[in-house]
């Protein structure tokens, strides 16, 4: 089957129809990724009109992680030089959510290394939370590990709106990453969340070493999952990690993939996060033709991003319009 013919049927039906074997098909077509590109862009314009949210995101509490996750600068068995401090105050996390509503951002996500949070962290989490919903309009996300459904509950009764929780690889990858838990542990995590009531943020980053079924099956795993907002985050390798000797993936190849995701997810928020500014160059403005209609600004966990201005002048130069808060969910 040909890009057109299937990607033709994707736009007619929603992407409701498409198989895991056509997807592989598409993935697998080496030539006419423009053709890919164009469809991806007239699912998203068809999906999601001209509607670009921004997300931005503090390392609230920094390295020291127990697990083993070979891309992670944070990770306790690496040596990266990376920064380490306990969880941020509950004055500083409020003081950069300010910030960052003021630069341009529509959602801020608190972040913390580690398998899952201690009662102390949460209760200072949860304050900020607090906090953050009267004084801003911000959307707040968290992403701090594995939780149960009390940790839910308690997130989302302070004001949280999303929860953010990657599975970063396909299940049949996953042990070549990670090794100190379960795939399972990480799916049940976006399980409860969803259950609770909470938006869930979850994707992957790509470039691991992954083939492309897996990336096709990883885009199913969140399909199945129903997942709110879909993450793609692109290998930026660390020295001191066990990727640092990965190669960068080429601008074409990364743009393919987010076509990929918005294909197989079409109606489904799909946001470029870390990695891109090594891995685009150039090519950065083409995420939009390419079916992503999110973009987080600012810096990332232990990586400097781009200037937030000039993210916001690309949005404004290709036409799109962002929306605030909690609308960019309807």
């Not at 870390?274 to 083409?286: A, H, N, P, V, Y």
Request: charged letters at 25%; a neutral charge.
């Amino acid at each position: 089957m040909s890009t057109i013919s299937i990607t033709e049927r994707i736009i007619k039906d929603a992407g409701e129809f498409l198989s895991y074997e056509d997807a592989c098909k598409l993935a697998d077509i080496t030539e006419n990724n423009i053709d890919l590109i164009v469809y991806a862009n007239k699912l998203r314009n068809n999906c999601k009109d001209k509607s670009v949210f921004t997300c931005s995101i503090i390392n609230a509490k920094s390295g020291l992680c127990s697990q083993d996750c070979a891309f992670c600068a944070q990770s306790g068995r690496h040596k990266t030089g990376v920064k380490v401090y306990p969880l941020l105050s509950e004055e500083k996390l409020v003081e950069n959510a300010l910030r960052m509503e003021e630069a341009g951002a529509t959602t801020y996500s608190m972040v913390t290394s580690g398998f899952s949070p201690t009662d102390k962290e949460l209760d200072t989490l949860t304050g900020a939370v607090l906090a953050i919903k009267k004084k801003t309009s911000l959307s707040v996300c968290t992403s701090i590990g594995v939780l149960t459904e009390s940790t839910v509950k308690r997130l989302k009764a302070c004001g949280v709106s999303t929860c953010h929780h990657n599975l970063e690889t396909a299940r049949s990858y996953f042990d070549r990453i990670c090794t100190t838990h379960d795939y399972d542990d990480d799916l049940q995590t976006v399980k409860i969340a969803k259950s609770a009531g909470l938006k869930v943020c979850s994707g992957g980053i790509f470039g691991l070493g992954e083939t492309w079924s897996q990336r096709v099956e990883l885009a199913f795993t969140l399909k199945e999952l129903d997942v709110d907002s879909i993450p793609i985050n692109f290998l930026n390798p660390i020295a001191g990690t066990r990727m640092e000797n990965m190669p960068l993936l080429p601008p074409m190849e990364a743009l393919k993939i987010i076509a990929l995701m918005r294909i197989i997810n079409p109606k489904k928020e799909i946001t470029i996060c870390g990695g891109r500014e090594k891995t685009l160059k150039d090519f950065q403005s083409w995420i939009f033709l390419a079916g992503a209609n999110g973009l987080m600004i600012g810096n990332y966990l232990t990586t400097k991003g781009r200037s937030i201005d000039m993210d916001i002048d690309i949005i404004e130069a290709m036409g799109l319009e962002i929306i605030k808060g909690d609308k960019k969910w309807t």
